[in-house]
């Protein structure tokens, strides 16, 4: 087949590679045990809360959970424009304003 | 002797507990070690038939547990090899019939008679599936190369560090190579990625596994089988002895390899 396939050019993923990407993707909301509708509800208690002490363009709030061995990493990438309650010094631009990790471990 | 105690477990079922389970029982008794296998599916009892030793049975773990019979009654030794026992299920109970704290004692008492205990787990995350881990000092988890398998598999490795019991080893059973090779298969490397966790050994996919379970004669006694050197090996890990994990070859005919040299 993969013969065929080479003689009219198709270059569909393999199923190997489908698997693979399937598991990594249902085995990170496994092990966080975490709904998307939730995920929405950290992010917007997050933008909330950075808020007081920053102002950030919370259109661009960026939550993602990542692994690497049986640790998984939330990350959250929010553009920060500009302080709120100290008018002294002008920041801009994005910033990775806050890392946290989450241990993964099935349900414990 | 101090006995070494080792629950096989999976999530899912139908990936070979049982089959691990007696192969690595068997290996290790041919190897000279004084070994026990222990059926903790209660109702759903396996290990027996598929060692051969379903003939035999008088007595079984709920019986002991509940202490209608002393332990070694229930023991059935192997026919083939002397220093090799077999503590099988009850079929007619659940697994509510047995509890943890009740599995713990039964090992403590089997621990000074023997070198290595085996504890074939229930499919399931559930009773069954703590009673098998609760004295366990190593667990072994058997994966297929699938999707569902793998998944499941990770729920009990998240499971088994919760539980403090170490970090469990990992079996992937029936790999075909000739899949892998053509991407049609989960590799070794893949599903150690994935649930990074460390590899014990590789059992390939084998029709010879069928055909001496037909028979009651696991595997891990033929010589030749690919399967059975596969057993064999993880039974010397086991003891500790320094056993390359092997890529598996593939079995072609010249057929096969003709269609290979088109594929490229």
Do not use: W
Not at chain 1, 88 to 104: I, L, P
Not at chain 2, 48 to 60: A, F, K, P, Q, T
Not at chain 2, 126 to 155: C, F, H, K, M, W
Not at chain 2, 209 to 215: A, H
């Amino acid at each position: 087949m993969r013969f065929l396939d080479r003689l009219f050019g198709r270059n569909e993923p393999t199923s190997r590679q489908v698997a693979k990407d399937r598991l990594q993707l249902v085995l990170v909301h496994d092990r966080i045990n975490i709904s998307p509708a939730m995920l929405d509800t950290l992010k917007a208690e997050m933008i909330k809360v950075i808020s007081k002490y920053v102002e950030i363009d919370p259109e661009g709030v960026e939550v993602t959970f990542s692994q690497s061995k049986r640790q998984s990493r939330l990350t959250a990438d929010i553009p920060v424009v500009g302080p709120v309650k100290r008018p002294t010094r002008k920041s801009s631009g994005r910033a990775k304003a806050v890392r946290s990790q989450a241990e993964a471990g099935g349900d414990g | 002797m101090r006995a070494t105690i080792v629950t096989i477990t999976s999530g899912k079922g139908g990936v070979g507990k049982t089959t691990v389970t007696a192969n690595l029982s068997i290996a290790l008794a041919m190897l000279g070690q004084r070994v026990i296998a222990i059926d903790t599916d209660i109702g759903l009892r396996n290990l027996d038939v598929v060692m051969g030793l379903e003939n035999r049975i008088v007595y079984d773990l709920v019986d002991v547990v509940e202490g209608r019979c002393r332990l070694r009654q229930a023991l059935i030794r192997d026919k083939r090899l002397s220093e090799l026992f077999l503590l099988p299920a009850a079929q007619t109970r659940d697994k509510s019939a047995v509890n943890p704290e009740q599995m713990i004692r039964l090992c403590d008492q089997l621990r000074p008679e023997f070198d290595f205990v085996f504890i074939d787990s229930p499919a399931g995350i559930e009773q069954g599936y703590r009673n098998a881990v609760a004295p366990s000092d190593r667990v072994l988890i058997v994966t297929t190369p699938e999707v569902s398998a793998v998944r499941d598999a990770d729920r009990i490795v998240g499971l088994v560090e919760a539980g403090e019991k170490g970090p469990p080893k990992l079996i992937i059973n029936r790999l075909n190579p000739a899949m892998v090779r053509r991407e049609e298969m989960l590799s070794t490397a893949d599903v150690v990625e994935i649930l990074a966790i460390d590899l014990i050994g590789v059992v390939p996919e084998d029709p010879a596994v069928i055909v001496s379970t037909n028979r009651g004669s696991p595997v891990a006694l033929d010589g030749k089988s690919p399967s059975g050197q596969a057993f064999r090996n993880i039974a010397g890990r086991l003891m500790g002895k320094d056993i390359p994990i092997m890529p598996i070859k593939e079995s072609a005919n010249a057929l096969e390899r003709l269609s290979r040299f088109l594929r490229g």
